[in-house]
């Protein structure tokens, strides 16, 4: 109530302070001039002379604004009334960018970085760790960029890591530095898709993907004349596809003498359409790896475990 009992007294004082306010001066429309004092509520006159109703407005309960100064020192009051909540509100924005940063850098490790635009510093170990769970998520320019920065430190000071710690780095870095070109669709289903199309059509969208990054899941072997025997292991709907294997590097250093299964990405060089239902590719020689710290379901793939951990020792093994 006390915010009230201010108010009202407030406007009782108002007419006080109204000075020359307080008079009215009147005329009516017969020439007859009434004046008097203005009261707290309105009056109801009539003109002496022709006893016209006139009507005089109460007593003003607003402060006089004297001549020209006042108006000044009221945009001044406005501008203040609105600072405050203006001020407030843009700092609470600031706060909330700033820990909206901070919580999305601590949810994406590696992401931060410094006002020059440089990486943070990390240990071998820290970058390594942020690396593999990079692809294990499949977000691969992460990883790339993690794996990158931990060959630069063991490049600085070689002493600081095991052969075997810098050759299980070789293989996580060539697997990221492979598949940041992955068009995130396996080589199947874009010929899938792709077989309808008319022989200079399907050229000329099948061109785009050249250079791209695939995987391949296949059983492979290595017979009696060094040539390679290949079948895919999933069928790809109506298409009979087959790849040529001869010149990749990757087969030659691996124990094909009996049919293995082999999960693996390669870069594509070319592939050529020998009728509607029918493929051959051919994949770049020297830009091939085993796939044994990608999570298969990040490429849409289904390789057992125990696989993965086969690839993983013939790997330790390549030269």
């Not at 790339?144 to 060959?151: M, N, V, W, Y």
């Not at 199947?188 to 391949?216: H, M, S, T």
């Amino acid at each position: 109530m006390k915010p009230l009992a201010r108010l009202v007294a407030w406007w009782k004082r108002a007419p006080a302070s109204s000075g020359s306010l307080a008079a009215y001066d009147l005329t009516c429309p017969c020439g007859q001039s009434c004046q008097g004092a203005r009261q707290l509520k309105h009056q109801a006159l009539r003109c002496p002379r022709c006893q016209r109703a006139l009507f005089v407005l109460p007593l003003s309960p607003l402060p006089a604004v004297r001549g020209g100064s006042a108006a000044p020192g009221n945009a001044r009051s406005m501008r203040r009334v609105w600072l405050a909540p203006l001020l407030a509100g843009g700092l609470t924005f600031v706060v909330v960018v700033v820990l909206f940063v901070a919580c999305w850098n601590s949810l994406v490790p590696g992401r931060a970085s410094s006002a020059a635009g440089t990486r943070p510093a990390g240990t071998i170990e820290q970058h390594v760790a942020i690396g593999r769970k990079a692809l294990q998520i499949g977000d691969f320019n992460l990883a790339r960029d993690e794996l990158t920065s931990a060959r630069a430190l063991v490049l600085a000071d070689p002493a600081s890591v095991s052969a075997d710690d810098r050759r299980q780095l070789q293989q996580l870095h060539r697997q990221a530095a492979l598949l940041v070109d992955w068009p995130k669709d396996s080589l199947e289903q874009i010929l899938l898709r792709l077989a309808p199309l008319r022989d200079d059509e399907w050229q000329a969208v099948i061109g785009k993907y050249c250079g791209k990054v695939f995987a391949f899941d296949l059983e492979a072997r290595r017979d009696a004349a060094r040539q390679y025997q290949v079948r895919f292991t999933r069928l790809a709907g109506r298409l009979n596809l087959r790849l040529d294997p001869h010149d990749l590097v990757l087969f030659q250093h691996l124990p094909l003498d009996n049919p293995q299964r082999l999960w693996f990405a390669a870069r594509l060089a070319d592939v050529r359409r020998e009728a509607p239902d029918r493929c051959i590719i051919r994949l770049d020689p020297n830009d091939a790896v085993l796939l044994t710290d990608v999570n298969p379901l990040a490429l849409g793939a289904q390789v057992p475990d125990a696989h993965l951990v086969l690839q993983r020792k013939w790997t330790a093994e390549l030269p």
